[in-house]
């Protein structure tokens, strides 16, 4: 159980490093701000700025 | 507990010899898909095992106390400490692209096992040491990039022709992805309204997570999910609607212009608005498909319709031609070694790296599994009757374009398919004919629609999940068309901000505009030529793409002998020449051919000659297209030869640097950041 619930923790954490949430609560903890529009947007735009400079893989 | 280890891991190398020794000699009348899966499985958890750690511990020589760059350099963005498994997803859903499920489908018409065999050993031995030592080097050097570190490692040289290889790759990989998008979708009103379904559907999600929710990312990738899903099934409306179907009924050309214009708009469009939403969404789906793929082939354990080897070893096959050795190597580049990797273990991954021992389950153990997606779509391939997926795969300049004419030849080639056959596939997953849909991905899509059908729904749900999985296949494709021309409008204006200043900034609209228009004629170039080419253009770019790829892994495996010689001198050199010589072998061998060899369906120069031997015979049905062909072949010819000399360039370049190390004419320092202690604990992850 107690492994079962290990798996299911790393796989939505998996999800949210993908969706990049997990990216968002560490910017918003590094720049000691709280959750709003406006702070989501200028997350994204840096991240989605630096992310879209790489190919991606075929 | 120590001699029980040591019994279950000599019991798993006996495994995979024996599977893998039992799949290669079998010959048996069909053979059941789980041997292969067994073979795979037993040799990837050997070689992760044995070799993998072999290399951690003592080529790498991995030290957890040292400080990684994601703690020295920690700064909340790029760089950050993450889970190791979380990470390894990461890794792998930036590897695992439409590449390991392409190749495999179409490298099929050799037989099941060369491919198989290149998949399994090219990977353990090939593609997971390439990408574990450049993701280890790399994050000995702050997460430098492939580039970055060849211009420091060998010279400038190979620097230089790295960033020229990889603008040069992914012109053609653009080209030859938006080809199989094209094929997929021709004439299929069913497929090509769900993949416009997704225009608007992406266009929702960036809305709504700019404005209506920001930051639900999941949620919205849900939301979006389901609204794909749901015009999955509207499609089945559309295509049944006299009115509607003509509407969604596309000729390749027009399909291939679309695609051309969307590339353009995607690449100068804000990238929260259709890019990333749909990025987010067709990650998701990509492992969501990936992971039941996997269930659903060990659930219904196929047997394996196609023979061991087929005929086409020798070089005649319908589908691309040439000899099992080197195409077959060629034509399997992602699943086995990919150039591709190196710049993904060179990019985001050194950088989340939480502790050096991570290195080995990330990149040696994340290429492991991509080469399992690779068997699986092997699989997926191999257990459609031999008749269907040649109909399916042969273009309509071999076989020909009556539905007859196709089964007798087919037929002919001892793979016996009817027109009736045929005529009751297309029905039962709701497209007009299945004839001639090259590319690989339609078949793929028959076969995971058959795998999935047994696990659920039967037959009645085949239609339902074959277009699922043109939709899975084309959602990704062009995720990395939006990507890819956007990455390579960069590059570009990179370049143009040499010449001109304005052109390089990435928010003036003029310089946005051309350099997008620029990126997007080159590869629509190409994507045209495809459409247009009667051999389905397949053929000539699936090979250039996949030389062009093998020759990006020479280029990283040159950088990894560097640093191996430069560590250790000559004792461990092996583990990444071996590979290098064998890329080397084939590209060389491959390239050459496609250049010189006289069969006109191989060598580009031969078609030339040809064509033109044909105008100059006498008049010809449509002489501006003959005149295209000619150029277009040339053109290829071109192409496929300067990439051939970058490489020979960086090749003697790296030559060059070798023989310095050895006479100690050359520094032998490595470019390594200096040692940091880590004081990162494992409880922080």
Not at chain 2, 144 to 151: C, E, F, N, P, V
Not at chain 2, 589 to 598: D, H, V
Not at chain 2, 619 to 629: E, G, N, Y
Not at chain 2, 665 to 670: C, F, G, P, Q, V
């Given at each position: ?7 299911c923790?790393?796989v ?17 903890k590094a720049?000691?701000?709280e959750?709003s529009?406006?702070e989501?947007?200028r997350f ?8 879209y400079t ?5 | 507990?120590?001699?029980l ?13 024996v599977?893998l020794?039992?799949?290669?000699l ?8 789980i041997?292969l ?10 070689a ?20 990684t ?7 909340g ?8 498994w979380i990470l390894?997803g990461h890794?792998f ?13 179409l ?12 998949i ?14 450049l ?8 997460g ?8 420091e ?8 022709a790295?960033?020229v290889?990889?603008?040069?790759i992914m012109v053609?990989?653009?080209?030859v ?11 299929s ?5 769900t993949?416009?379904a997704t225009?608007?559907?992406?266009l929702?999600?960036?809305l709504?997570?700019?404005y ?14 389901l609204l794909?899903?749901t ?5 089945r409306t559309?295509a ?27 690449s100068?469009?804000?990238v929260?608005?259709?890019l990333?939403p ?11 498909v990936v ?5 659903g082939v060990?659930?219904?354990r196929p ?12 070089g ?8 099992i050795?080197p ?9 086995a070694?990919?150039?591709f990797?190196s ?6 991954t ?14 040696y153990?994340?290429m492991l599994l991509?080469?399992f997606?690779a ?5 997926a ?7 269907v ?10 076989v020909?374009?009556?539905?007859a ?5 087919i ?7 009817s ?15 299945l ?8 078949s793929?899509?028959?076969?995971m629609?058959?795998?999935f ?11 339902f ?11 990704f ?9 956007r990455?390579?409008r960069?590059l570009l204006?990179d370049?143009?901000?040499q ?6 900034r990435?928010s003036?609209?003029?310089g ?29 770019l ?17 950088l990894?002998t ?5 560590t ?6 092996w583990i990444?020449?071996?590979?290098l010589v ?6 060389f ?10 069969a ?5 120069w031969?078609?030339a000659?040809?064509?033109?031997a044909?105008?100059?015979a006498g ?11 000619i150029?277009?072949?040339r053109?290829?010819?071109v192409?496929c ?6 490489v020979a ?6 030559l ?8 100690h ?6 470019s390594?950041a ?5 004081q ?6």
């Open positions: 159980m107690k492994d079962w619930r290990r798996f923790k790393l939505v954490g998996l999800l949210r490093e993908l969706a990049d949430e997990n990216a968002y609560v560490r910017y918003l720049h000691g701000r959750p529009g406006e989501w947007r994204s735009d840096e991240r989605l700025r630096r992310k790489r190919a991606k893989c075929c | 507990m120590r001699l280890r040591h019994i279950f891991w000599l019991a798993i190398a006996v495994a995979a010899a599977c020794g039992g799949v290669a079998y010959r048996g009348e069909h053979i059941n898909s041997w899966v067994l073979a795979a499985a037993c040799t990837y958890a050997t992760y095992r044995f070799y993998g750690k072999w290399l951690a511990t003592r080529v790498a020589v991995l030290d957890d106390r040292r400080a760059p994601a703690e020295r350099l920690r700064n963005h790029d760089y950050e400490p993450t889970n190791k390894f890794h859903a930036a590897i695992a692209g439409p590449g390991p499920l392409v190749g495999p489908v490298a099929a018409q050799f037989g099941y096992l060369p491919g198989t065999l290149w399994v050993i090219g990977a353990v031995l090939g593609g997971a040491v390439q990408d574990f030592i993701l280890f080097a790399s994050m000995r050097r702050d430098k990039s492939l580039g970055q570190m060849a211009r490692e060998i010279g400038k040289l190979g620097g230089f790295a960033l290889t990889v603008l040069l053609i990989m653009l080209a992805m938006a080809l199989v998008v094209v094929n997929a979708l021709r004439g009103p069913w497929g090509t309204f993949i416009a225009m608007p559907i992406a929702f999600m960036g709504y997570l700019r209506w929710r920001p930051g639900k990312v999941l949620e919205c990738s849900l939301i979006g999910f794909v899903a015009a999955i099934f509207a499609g559309v049944e609607s006299a009115t509607l179907a003509p509407w969604f009924t596309l000729s390749g050309m027009t399909l291939a212009l679309a695609i051309v214009v969307y590339g353009f708009f995607a100068a469009l804000p929260w608005l259709l990333a749909r990025d987010y969404l067709s990650t998701f789906v990509k492992l969501g992971t039941m793929l996997a269930a060990l659930f219904v047997e394996l319709q196609l023979p061991a080897f087929t005929r086409f070893t020798d005649t096959g319908p589908i691309f031609a040439g000899k050795f195409f077959c190597f060629i034509t399997i580049a992602c699943g070694v990919s150039g990797h710049l993904i273990a060179s990019g985001t050194p950088k989340m790296i939480a502790k050096e021992s991570h290195a080995r389950p990330v990149g153990g994340a991509e080469s997606v068997l699986m779509a092997m699989i391939a191999s257990s459609m009757s031999p008749g997926y040649f109909a399916v795969n042969s273009p309509a300049g071999v020909g374009t009556a539905p004419a196709a089964v007798a030849t037929s002919g080639w001892g793979f016996p398919v027109v009736a056959d045929m005529t009751t596939l297309a029905r039962d997953v709701g497209e007009r004919s004839f001639s849909r090259t590319g690989g991905a339609p793929l899509a028959l076969g629609a058959h795998i059908a047994r696990t659920g729904g039967g037959r009645a749900l085949l239609g999940w074959y277009h699922f999985a043109i939709m899975f296949e084309a959602l494709i062009l995720t990395i068309i939006d990507a890819g021309t990455v390579g960069f204006q370049l143009l901000g010449v001109s200043k304005p052109l390089g990435t003036w609209m003029p946005v505009i051309l350099s997008s228009g620029l990126i997007v004629s080159a590869w629509g170039y190409f994507l045209v030529q495809g459409v247009r080419d009667p051999l389905g253009g397949i053929n000539s699936w090979p250039l793409f996949g030389i062009a790829n093998q020759l990006l892994a020479a280029i990283a495996l040159c990894a560097t640093i191996l010689l430069k250790h001198g000559l004792k461990y050199v990444t020449c071996l590979p064998w890329l080397v072998t084939v590209t061998t491959a390239g050459g051919q496609k250049l010189f060899s006289r006109p369906a191989i060598g580009f031969a078609q000659g040809k064509l033109s044909a105008l100059r008049p010809v049905a449509d002489a501006a297209s003959t005149r295209t062909l150029f277009n072949a053109l290829d010819a192409l030869g300067a990439l051939l000399s970058l360039a960086i090749l003697l370049d790296s060059r640097a070798w023989t310095g190390i050895l006479r004419t050359r520094k032998t320092a490595l390594e200096p040692f940091v202690a880590s990162l604990r494992a409880g922080e992850l």
